[in-house]
């Protein structure tokens, strides 16, 4: 977890990542955001972040995008 | 049936009346006889058949690709029920099997569909051009004559969003074939789009209504806001504005007279897009219905890219998620980031490949609103313009940090706003006119001569609108910004109209049908003008 708070700080300093529960549905995060995270989780879990991944739910919390992590983790 | 005219009004009644009559499991039924109905009736009935093939094919497709995905789940259940589980591997393997198979379908069904529209919509475009590069080897007019089906680009866009996401599992398969074919052909949203998300639109469509007065009483006052900004403001804007781009040529218009054309072209587009679309939200209110939000007052954007985040939205959304996302989420993509992020940086080699993605977007935005090189020119102008944004945010950041500028200030919001209304504003040379050429000529004819006393030398009281309508249209633009920043705010008048006394309201309604009826501009026959988007 506290390396997924550590790239969505790098991305956006400007965001409370511990307290934002819609990042995606108030447009909080951009899709300009949105790529430079993924690429950034690719790399950091060696994973692979795909465009069906890219649903509201899975990026609208620090702790969504943590779930979503962990399960492509498991999957791979 | 224009939705500006008695009969489209005299449609909505009879349908409202008929929607609210019947049981509620059949209300959909008479929305889908309303919507076919529409239709017909509103172009040419032959057209029909391609908003056909799309719904039967998009309805096909996506319901085989749906079998696929569960056919691929049981044969992995069937081994496990076998006592033969089946390893990660095997999986995986069955898993890329079914997977290529259900690509296949959706390569198909989106080159059908989008074949449709490229060859309906861009076929003459390429005609001309292979013409142009080859006269000899054509007679003098081989033009293909094709005519365009209303609303197909916006519902073949709306119909292949449904496709992809059904590929991408975010949703089953519609299994009503005549669900799906009101979902395509909803008659709201024929005219100028939203592009819907089957999502957030389809089961609206199907599940039943209860009749809700305010709701009812909102749809209304929207719709009357909506026919007040088309027929009064665009209508009377359309008449200053064409005089200016049509005739600056032979009357010698030069300078600030043509820019001031093209910025109120602006206002037109605005007044006459976003009009049509609160006609269109106020209708399908009237059934309980919620469409996509196309608007989000677009001209308190501070940049470019903003601006296009709250202009036409439904559109930006499908090309965010459709196109840009897939280019810039795709292995070649990822590998270039991280090649450009070795060699030139992590900020810009995070930024130019999102560009690149973001620069194909806007391409295809320009193209997409028509068949012409200004539309291609329109649409690289606003790429540039956003990638510039993008490139220039570290840099303007930081200079305003040493200029101590203070980004969040009045003054400083204010100038953003400015300068993105005049980057705006040239983009429009290329939306304003017939061809790339004019375009251009008035592009040069803008800077030709600075002419300020055009304010006073009776200039703008030769094109075509009396005084009275010139200081008309100056406080129509004035109450556009101000319901823009009460809207901006997160207020809503009609919401607090909605709920105000019977007095009260009636007043409203009657001072607004007055000045509907006694300003609004009506063409030959009391045909209210065409909307520009329905163009498109």
């Known amino acids: 977890m506290d390396e997924i708070m550590e790239i969505l700080e790098e991305a956006r300093p400007d965001v409370d990542f511990t307290k934002e529960t819609r990042l995606i549905d108030d447009e909080i995060l951009d899709s300009f955001d949105i790529i430079s995270i993924v690429g950034e989780l690719n790399d950091a879990f060696d994973i692979e972040i795909n465009v069906n991944d890219l649903l509201p739910e899975n990026f609208n919390s620090a702790e969504a995008i943590f779930e979503l992590v962990e399960k492509l983790r498991q999957e791979a | 049936m224009s939705i500006l005219s008695l009969p489209f009004l005299g449609f909505l009644a009879i349908l409202f009346i008929i929607y609210y009559a019947v049981p509620k499991r059949f209300q959909w039924i008479v929305l889908l006889a309303g919507s076919i109905l529409f239709y017909v009736s509103c172009g040419d009935w032959k057209a029909c058949i ?21 056919e691929q789940k049981q044969v992995v259940l069937d081994a496990k029920n076998a006592g033969n589980p089946m390893s990660r591997e095997q999986k995986k393997e069955i898993k890329a099997a079914y997977q290529k198979r259900t690509k296949r379908i959706l390569v198909l069904t989106l080159l059908l569909n989008f074949g449709i529209l490229a060859v309906l919509k861009y076929g003459n475009f390429v005609m001309e051009n292979v013409r142009a590069l080859f006269p000899s080897a054509f007679q003098a007019d081989t033009g293909l004559h094709l005519l365009l089906p209303l609303g197909i680009s916006f519902y073949t866009f709306q119909t292949m969003g449904y496709l992809i996401d059904v590929y991408r599992g975010k949703y089953q398969a519609e299994k009503n074939i005549l669900h799906f074919g009101l979902f395509a052909s909803f008659f709201p949203q024929m005219i100028q789009g939203p592009i819907g998300r089957y999502d957030l639109l389809a089961d609206q469509l199907k599940s039943g209504h209860s009749f809700d007065a305010v709701r009812f009483r909102q749809g209304i006052m929207r719709m009357l806001w909506g026919y007040f900004k088309k027929m009064v403001i665009a209508d009377r804007m359309a008449i200053m504005v064409s005089s200016i781009t049509g005739g600056f040529a032979e009357n010698g218009y030069t300078g600030i007279t043509i820019f001031v054309g093209v910025l109120l072209y602006g206002v037109q587009m605005y007044a006459d897009f976003s009009g049509g679309m609160d006609i ?21 954007s501070r940049t470019v890219s903003e601006f296009w985040q709250r202009w036409h939205i439904s559109l930006g959304h499908w090309m965010r998620d459709y196109v840009f996302y897939p280019i810039a989420l795709s292995k ?11 060699k030139i940086g992590n900020y810009y080699g995070k930024v130019i490949p999102s560009m690149f993605a973001s620069f194909i977007v806007f391409l295809l935005v320009g193209i997409w609103h028509g068949a012409a090189w200004r539309y291609v020119i329109y649409g690289t102008y606003h790429a540039i313009l956003t990638s510039a944004d993008t490139f220039f945010e570290k840099f ?36 304003c006119t017939q061809a790339a050429h004019i375009s251009l000529q008035m592009l040069k004819a803008t800077f030709a001569g600075f002419n300020p006393w055009v304010f006073t030398d009776g200039t703008f009281l030769n094109l075509g609108l009396k005084e009275w309508e010139i200081f008309f249209l100056i406080l129509m633009i004035v109450l556009l910004g101000i319901v823009d920043v009460v809207n901006e705010r997160g207020t809503k008048l009609r919401m607090i109209f909605a709920e105000q006394g019977i007095v009260f309201r009636w007043i409203i309604y009657f001072i607004a049908i007055f000045l509907i009826i006694r300003l609004g501009i009506y063409g030959p026959g009391y045909n209210a003008s065409d909307f520009i988007y329905q163009g498109f």
């Open chain 2, 50 to 70: 391609f908003i056909l093939v799309t719904i039967i094919t998009t309805f096909l497709g996506a319901r085989r690709m749906d079998q696929l995905n569960a």
């Open chain 2, 332 to 342: 070649s993509f990822a590998k270039m980031q991280k090649n450009m992020k070795k």
């Open chain 2, 396 to 431: 303007g950041n930081d200079s305003r940090r040493v200029l101590h500028i203070d980004g969040e200030s009045v003054s400083w919001k204010l100038f953003q706003m400015a300068r993105t209304l005049v980057l705006v504003t040239f983009g429009r040379y290329f939306d």
């Open chain 2, 280 to 300: 269109i939200f106020g209708a399908s209110d009237l059934f309980g219905i919620s469409m996509y939000e196309n608007f989000r007052q677009p001209y308190m």
